[in-house]
T-cell receptor, first 115, second 114 residues
Framework: EAGVAQSPRYKIIEKRQSVAFWCNPI?????LYWYQQILGQGPKLLIQ????????DSQLPKDRFSAERLKGVDSTLKIQPAKLEDSAVYLC?????????????FGEGSWLTVV | AQSVSQHNHHVILSEAASLELGCNYS??????LFWYVQYPGQHLQLLLK??????LVKGIKGFEAEFIKSKFSFNLRKPSVQWSDTAEYFC????????????FGTGTLLAVQP
């Protein structure tokens, strides 16, 4: 079974530039998550989608971060303009549904360095 | 708000040593608890989870964890570690309600020396 795919794996940008990350969840998974993992910390949920609707974006810095999942499958996370503190690994994850019994599967992450 | 504490940030063990990683959570109500592992260069994987029932939960690769409600703890254990257990281990808890929103601890980096 194919896992959660993410691209690009690594990105270096200058501050104030923009960047976009792409995620393809496991086939059939209705729920998609974007987490941010800063070095030395655990992953923090940025946004959760159920199909193409947003379930939770309470920790998404909406002045610079945006995410969409237009057709309920792939998703993109955009940062514009980037700040130094956005340097982190951006993890995409998916699950069959959003009830507690569903295991969350993670991708390998997209590493962002802002210089 | 829910929070998770992992007090061991770095642990170094020799092969065959026993392992116990601490995890404490803050919420006093019904909780669902998880341990995830991240091997070098790989994605986060679920080791084990506790929803209800037997507080001693067995996971993959010989790992187990015990839910102690009175101590707000969910410690991870393995009787004899191997070099291949070198990884970062994350404890996580759901935030309450019926959604799958995980709150992670800061992680424990385990290095097993051959």
């Amino acid at each position: 079974e194919a896992g959660v795919a993410q691209s690009p794996r690594y990105k270096i940008i200058e501050k104030r530039q923009s960047v976009a990350f792409w995620c393809n969840p496991i086939s059939g998974h209705a729920t998609l998550y974007w987490y941010q993992q800063i070095l030395g910390q655990g992953p923090k949920l940025l946004i959760q989608f159920q199909n193409n609707g947003v379930v939770d974006d309470s920790q998404l810095p909406k002045d610079r971060f945006s995410a969409e999942r237009l057709k309920g499958v792939d998703s993109t996370l955009k940062i514009q303009p980037a700040k130094l503190e956005d340097s982190a690994v951006y993890l995409c994850a998916s699950s069959l549904g959003r009830s507690l019994g569903n295991t969350i599967y993670f991708g390998e992450g997209s590493w962002l360095t802002v210089v | 708000a829910q929070s998770v504490s992992q007090h061991n940030h770095h642990v170094i063990l020799s092969e065959a040593a026993s392992l116990e990683l601490g995890c404490n959570y803050s919420y006093g109500g019904t909780v669902n608890l998880f341990w995830y592992v991240q091997y070098p260069g790989q994605h986060l994987q679920l080791l084990l989870k506790y929803f209800s029932g037997d507080p001693l939960v067995k996971g993959i690769k010989g790992f187990e964890a015990e839910f102690i409600k009175s101590k707000f703890s969910f410690n991870l254990r393995k009787p004899s570690v191997q070099w291949s257990d070198t990884a970062e281990y994350f404890c996580a808890v759901t935030s309450g309600g019926a959604t799958n929103k995980l709150i992670f601890g800061t992680g424990t980096l385990l290095a097993v020396q051959p």
